[in-house]
């Protein structure tokens, strides 16, 4: 595993995340899908904010909604990375 500073990594470098998931903003939006073609926004596009000292944790709460077997996020922003920051997902149903 190469772990080289934030700003010298390339195609194909492997980076520990220690370094990036320091205090960011990431833009996302939810959009979830009967079928895993046809999907649908159901939380539109907005800032989260990911701190450390608060466990790098965002609550997203979905509308109440007909069934959903498929759940994706589309990150179009991260103010720390050039690309989204993700490490775990947890989806409830109510």
């Known amino acids: 595993m190469t772990c080289p500073s934030a700003g010298s990594t390339g195609p194909g470098d492997v980076v520990h995340g220690d370094h990036l998931a320091g205090l960011r903003t990431q833009t996302l ?3 979830t899908s009967t079928d895993g073609t046809t999907y649908d926004t159901v939380v539109d596009s907005r800032d989260y904010t990911f701190d450390p000292a608060s ?23 991260n103010t720390r990375w050039a690309a989204a920051l993700l490490s775990e997902l947890e989806a409830y149903s109510s």
């Open 29 to 31: 939006s939810v959009q």
């Open 55 to 77: 466990g790098n944790q965002v609550t997203i709460t979905l509308p109440t909604m007909a069934a959903a077997r498929h759940l994706r996020l589309v990150f179009t922003g």
